[in-house]
């Protein structure tokens, strides 16, 4: 099944990717848990290939989610292959109704959102993760096993898709951080 | 001994730590507990130290530059019994009047006793992060009251279990 994921690419959607705006906090979509959804639908490879395009023109971004573009679905991207706190990566793909399905190597570190644009915070994830979802398209499952950046930026994204922002997850009372420099 | 409860605030700039250090330092005062930092521009400290007349620290604290600072005796920490859980209570959302009044005064109606507290109000988003020490057995109960609560004020809650691991 993770071959699937290996050979995808964001062409195979078949339709041009339209980047659309980011919502912030406080949004009422990014607190409500997103629909799990039909991969196969017309509008959800479009959802799937805006997701890409929305997050290739944001500097830094490394994942994002349905909601973050104020859709309430179970969809996100993910593309942590140029960031330097990465150790396994699956390139550019696009999961739809994610679970994870193993989680270990809890250890904490400091995130920020494009949702929450002023805020960082130190959110405790699994450093390694196993996650089941579908593709777009085809729905075609896959199982992904991850570890380091790539099982915290998918931890971050399924929690978009729950309604969850890191700011649910903070370590502490001094754990959330005015953001000091605009990646 | 002799404990006093020091607060000081001012107009950020550099060196305000170090003036008011050396102030109490030259006193004999010693700082144990303390928190100092930023807020929207303003820096806030909050001290106890020992060793030190509060009549002396008020003398050596009011010439510098900029600050002001409020000084006053203490009874020393009683023993406390810690048989709270630790529980983390997270509440973001639009900005409103109450959102700090209403979120604590549920959590002090359900016995929990908030030993930390941040929030930070950046553009509409309100954030308000708490660490509370909830009785034993009754944080199922505090987080439906929360859930209410937030409601209501039109916002979003967690309640979890603060996590210490001891190495």
Known sequence: MSDALADWKPDVLGVEGQVLPVVTAPAGVLSSAGAEVDPADPAIVQLAADLVATMRVSPGCVGLAAPQVGVGAQVFVVDVTEHPKTVTAHGTFVLCNARVVEASRWRPGREGCMSVPDLTGDVKRAGRVVVEAVLPGTGEPVRLTTDAFEARALQHEIDHCAGKLFLDRVAGAHAVYQRKVYL | ?167
């Open chain 2, 1 to 167: 001994m002799n404990e006093l409860a020091i607060t000081v605030i001012g107009p950020d700039r550099t060196g305000i730590v170090a003036d008011v250090s050396e102030a109490l330092a030259g006193l004999g005062a010693n700082l144990s507990d303390s928190t100092m930092t930023r807020l929207r521009g303003h820096f806030a400290m909050t001290l106890i130290c020992t060793g030190a007349a509060a009549d002396d620290v008020e003398k050596a604290l009011a010439p510098i530059s900029g600050l002001l600072a409020t000084v006053r005796a203490v009874a020393p920490e009683a023993d406390t019994d810690a048989a709270g859980e630790p529980y983390l209570v997270s509440v973001h959302g639009a900005d409103r009047l109450g959102i700090v009044a209403a979120v604590t005064r549920v959590v002090a109606a359900a016995g929990g006793n908030i030993t930390d507290l941040t929030t930070r109000l950046t553009g509409p988003l309100y954030v308000l992060i708490a660490e509370v020490d909830v009785p034993p057995g009754s944080a199922d109960d505090l987080a439906v009251r929360l859930a209410v609560a937030a409601q209501e004020l039109g916002v979003e809650v967690t309640l979890r279990r603060a996590e210490s691991d001891v190495l």
